[in-house]
């Protein structure tokens, strides 16, 4: 592939890559996958982590892999992934982070059969802005956007992911650039984080 073209979509779990990617997809009509998928369909796994009860990846191999893949590709993706910066940057037009209150993120967890451990991890890590920080340390910020999912319903974040990702107008996309969400002003936050 000689142009940038593939799309990322990342963000803690529970904050609707999923959902949101199954139908920007159908929207862009990209074909949408997820890096983890491909892990684990091609046995790039090291063992299975009983204490977060997930798999730990082998991310030399699966970096290796989908590099090879997106060079010798000449379709576009739209890819949910929560390793993103094994991706070389030349590969990615642009990264969606979703961001999602921790309150809120903390009752999309709670449904999942998780340990609690995993689930305050993970409340912690979007509290902090963890990806955000990963994304920024490793692509340009420019390519970087965010949107926070407790602020829209499922359709409407669609909706912005869709016109940020096509969108050229610099004061919209400025308006979206990554680095302006801040759970960390808001006290509920700061008291959650110190319960867990
Ligand atoms: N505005 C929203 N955007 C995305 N997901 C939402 C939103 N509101 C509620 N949800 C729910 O949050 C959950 C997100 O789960 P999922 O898409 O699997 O996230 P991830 O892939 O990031 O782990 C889904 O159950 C979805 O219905
Ligand atoms: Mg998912």
């Known amino acids: 592939m000689l142009f940038l073209c593939n799309i990322l979509l990342t963000g803690v779990p529970g904050t609707g890559k999923t959902t949101i990617g199954k139908r920007l997809s159908k ?13 684990l369909k091609k046995r790039f796994v090291k063992y299975f982590d009983e204490y977060h009860q997930s798999w730990i990846i082998d991310i030399d191999a699966l970096k290796e892999y989908i590099n090879s893949f997106l060079s010798r590709s000449t379709k576009c993706f739209l890819i949910e992934c929560f390793y993103c910066d094994i991706i070389e940057p030349h590969h990615v037009s642009k990264i969606i982070v979703l ?4 309150l809120i993120l903390l009752e999309r967890l709670k449904k999942r059969n998780w340990p609690e ?9 979007e509290a902090l802005g963890s990806i955000t920080y990963d994304m920024l340390s490793f692509f340009q910020k420019e390519k970087i956007f965010e949107i926070d999912t407790s602020q829209c319903r499922i359709d409407e974040c669609v909706t912005l992911a869709y016109k940020i990702i096509t969108s050229n107008e610099k ?8 680095g302006r969400i801040d759970w960390l002003s808001d006290e509920r936050v700061l008291f959650l984080i110190e319960k867990i």
Do not use: Q
């Not at 451990?117 to 912690?124: A, Q």
């Not at 004061?171 to 990554?178: E, H, I, P, R």
């Open 171 to 178: 004061k919209f996309l400025d308006s979206y650039n990554a």
């Open 27 to 39: 929207r862009l009509k990209l074909p949408f996958f997820k890096l983890g998928d491909i892990a």
């Open 99 to 102: 961001r999602t209150h921790p």
């Open 117 to 125: 451990h995993k689930i305050n991890e993970n409340i912690l890590a």
